[in-house]
Every structure is written in C-alpha cells, then in structure tokens.
C-alpha cells in the first residue's frame, strides 16, 4: 500500500512537519494505549480544521450566490459540510486506511465510522493549515471538494425538511404557535452500534405523510421529508 505522503503527492501536497499529518490521523482511543508516543491524538487539529473549513466554504457560498440571503446560504453550507459528506470524501481519499486506532476501536468498526471520519478529514485540513497556510487548505478544498458541489453531487442532501416546511407555509398551514405542524418520529432503529439504520415518519395532523430511513436520524428525516414533499409536489400538480 502506498503511503499517506505519496498519496498526498497527487494533490502536491507535502508536508514539511510530518509529525502533524501523523497527529491528524491518530484517533483518541490509539493515543490513550500508546501513552508513551510523542505524537497527540487529533482533536485539537480537528477543531482548527473545522474552523478552516467553515471559513473557505462560506466564502465560496457568498461569492457564487451573491443574491441569496443569508438563510439559504446558511442551510447550503450545512448541507457541504454535514458529517456523512465529509466521512465520505475521507473514504473516496482513502484516509480511512491510514486511521490509527486503538485495539477496541478498530474491533467496534471505529474505522468505517462517520463520526471518526469527519473528524479525520478535518484534522487533516488542520494539520495542512498549521504546515502550511489557509491558501493551501483552500486550495485542497477547491480540488477536492468544490467540484462535487457544482457537478451536482450534493442534490442528494438538500435540505428537504426546509423545503417541505415551505409548502405548508405557503398553503398558510400554521398551528397557534405560528409553527408549521410537522413531527418526525422515529419509528423503528436496528443494527450494530457503529452502524445503526434508523426508520422515520414525518406526521402531519396525526397522518403519516412520508417515511425514510438513514445511517443518522438526521438523514432519515431527510428521507421521509423528501418522500413527503414529492407527494405533496405531485398532489400540487394533480
């Protein structure tokens, strides 16, 4: 297998510390059974590169959407930087490979878990940062991730909850309390911890009006809004 700097090459990237691309790929658990290394576990550089990544995004999204207000903006930038989109480019990286974790971890399948790949990829923007600067963390992020945004790739998160909200608001459905009245209950979870599938209707005045199911809650709400909004899109049409 190659190694991490050579897969890093392909994106011209080389670090002048190596140490802090090895901390960005040292989980906790690795760090608390191997106490006697020099090298820190990743959190610290994870909340550096959350910040970085948080920063060049948003300038990306004021720039292209120059008309937009700040609340559409607000929920593109969730939908790019949501955890199951960066677990995902850990993966199409192949960073996953090169997690350090430790025994317990890795035997609970630490290494295909979301939470601990988002926190990889953000890491490693991190270590890229202190390396180097934020134009090279930038410029990673134009490489890697911007052209999945404007290919499209992010269609599959939008944020249908929002958009199914808005049209009981402009059918004037509102309850007392001037809420739209739309509950997402989870109706059934299974599977391993590291990997559970969750179940969830979307209920309206006590009817199920759309279901979906998902690795997270928060997707399988996404699910079932978007059920619910193609049907309430073609009972529009009809």
């Given amino acids: 297998m190659e190694t991490l700097q050579e897969k890093l090459s392909a994106y011209q990237i080389v670090f002048d510390h190596p140490e802090l691309l ?3 790929f040292t989980h906790k658990s690795y760090y608390f059974e191997h106490q006697s290394s020099s090298v820190f576990h990743n959190e610290r550089l994870e909340f550096l590169g959350d910040a970085a990544l948080g920063f060049v995004i948003v300038e990306y999204l004021y720039k292209t959407y120059p008309n937009e207000r700040e609340g559409i903006l607000t929920e593109k930038k969730i939908s790019i930087v949501r955890r199951e989109s960066l677990a995902d480019f850990s993966r199409k ?3 996953d490979q090169y997690l350090k974790l430790g ?7 630490g290494r295909d878990n979301d939470a601990n790949l988002e926190n990889l990829f953000e890491a490693f923007l991190g270590a890229l940062l202190m ?3 934020l134009m090279a963390v930038k410029q990673f992020i134009y490489t890697v991730m911007i052209p999945e945004i404007e290919n499209g790739s992010y269609d599959k998160v939008t944020d249908y909850k929002t958009a199914l909200q808005e049209i ?7 309850d007392q309390n001037n809420q739209i009245p739309l509950v997402y209950e989870v109706v059934d979870q299974r599977g391993p911890v590291h990997a559970p599938i969750f179940e969830v209707d979307v209920v309206f005045e ?4 759309g ?3 998902g690795k997270s809650k928060k997707i399988a709400e996404q699910a079932a809004a978007r059920a619910a909004f193609l049907t ?6 009809d």
């Fill in 22 to 24: 090895e901390e960005a």
């Fill in 93 to 95: 990286l192949g960073f």
């Fill in 103 to 109: 025994n317990g971890e890795e035997k609970s399948g």
């Fill in 131 to 133: 390396d180097k600067d």
């Fill in 168 to 174: 009981f608001y402009t059918a004037g459905v509102i």
């Fill in 206 to 209: 006590g009817r199920t009006i």
């Fill in 211 to 213: 279901h979906g199911q």
């Fill in 232 to 237: 309430q899109k073609k009972q529009q049409k």
